[in-house]
């Protein structure tokens, strides 16, 4: 039977390759605080990837395509799962922003996992041609102003801002090397949601959490990463359900969570697309410290539909649980 600490992410997905990036994005006018850019910076970096990498006049369909293989643009954003245990294909990207010093600052925070790693010039390419079309419906021009390589521990160490002189530059860390260097947590464990998390449970986004499987999704995204851009195995039957009854009976202290209403305009359906989830603050009692390291690899990968454009996030406290009752959350 599997006890409690044979549960840490790192026995079965430890040696998944994560590598992270913090851009300062410098815009010619500020950004509607209320209005969540996520979903604009990986539409914006998408289409600037199929611009620039694409050799045909007249674009092929991607699954047809007999370089597909070799195109960042359709490994990043079109490639689908060959794994019959993995249905739905996770990105091995996000794009998280998040405000800066002032309104017409911003973070961008790229996080990329396994093979996809290889395509962070490309994508920082992508983005100083994306400053020609401007960000949004609103077209705001921009400037990358600095990148840094985010390092274990959240460490910032500069980086070229022209994305030639990253060619060949590896600043991967296993995700064993991301938990070993986070911040331990004295007492209870509190988090917070600060974007929407949307877990389906049969089919419908839970508006109420039901945290033995919110722990679930986290295992079953890790799963799909690893082997999907790390060449990992599946967990099996048994090592599931053993992870899943490890899981069972789990409550927090207090939890503070809502249902927040959040869209985003589709340019390919044409329409606006609902996005909504739970967002708040949680607090676990100190005998469920076996859960931290799995807190804090949700906010290495973030959890639930979404997270490609930064939903999904979670902000672990590494201090006294206080903090997080006035954590920032995207605002309706």
């Known amino acids: 039977m599997m006890t409690l600490s044979d549960t840490s992410p790192t026995l079965f997905f430890g040696s998944l390759p994560i590598a992270r990036y913090r851009l300062e994005i410098s815009l010619s006018k500020p950004i509607d605080q209320s209005t969540y850019m996520g979903s604009a910076w990986r539409g914006l970096i998408g289409w600037e990837l199929q611009r620039l990498i694409c050799p045909f006049d007249k674009r092929p369909?991607?699954?047809?395509?007999?370089?597909?293989?070799?195109c960042p643009y359709f490994r990043l954003f079109e490639?689908?799962?060959?794994?019959s245990g993995i249905r739905e294909m996770p990105r091995g990207y996000i794009f998280s922003p998040s405000e800066g010093m002032d309104s017409t600052l911003q973070h961008l925070d790229v996080t990329l996992m396994g093979d996809c790693i290889r395509y962070f010039p490309a994508i920082l390419k992508a983005i100083h041609s994306?400053?020609?079309?401007?960000?949004?419906?609103?077209?705001?021009?921009y400037h990358v102003a600095s990148v840094c390589i985010i390092l274990p521990g959240e460490t910032l160490?500069?980086?070229?801002?022209?994305?030639?002189?990253?060619i060949g530059m590896?600043?991967?860390?296993?995700l064993s090397d991301w938990l070993a260097a986070a911040p331990g947590v004295l007492g209870a464990a509190a988090f917070a949601f600060i974007t929407p998390v949307r877990i389906r449970k049969q089919g419908k986004y839970m508006g109420n959490m039901v945290w033995p499987y919110f722990f679930v999704a986290i295992a079953r995204r890790l799963e799909a990463l690893n082997c999907l851009f790390s060449g990992g195995d599946l967990l099996g039957k048994e090592r599931y359900e053993a992870i899943a009854d490890a899981f069972s009976g789990i409550t927090t202290i207090q939890d503070h969570l809502s249902w927040l209403d959040y869209s985003r305009y589709s340019s390919r359906q044409r329409q606006k697309?609902?996005?909504?989830?739970?967002?708040g603050t949680a607090v676990f009692e100190a005998s469920e410290a076996w859960l931290l390291p799995w807190l804090q690899a949700a906010s290495l990968v973030h959890v639930g539909k979404g997270a490609s454009m930064g939903l999904g996030n979670v902000l672990?406290?590494?201090?006294?649980p206080k903090y997080l009752l006035g954590a920032p959350i995207l605002s309706a």
Do not use: W, Y
């Open 61 to 70: 369909g991607c699954k047809s395509c007999f370089i597909r293989e070799h």
């Open 79 to 83: 490639n689908q799962s060959s794994i």
């Open 130 to 141: 994306g400053k020609q079309v401007g960000l949004g419906p609103s077209r705001i021009t």
């Open 157 to 166: 160490q500069t980086a070229p801002v022209d994305p030639d002189d990253l």
């Open 170 to 174: 590896n600043t991967a860390f296993s």
């Open 273 to 279: 697309v609902p996005m909504g989830g739970l967002v």
């Open 316 to 320: 672990v406290e590494a201090g006294s």
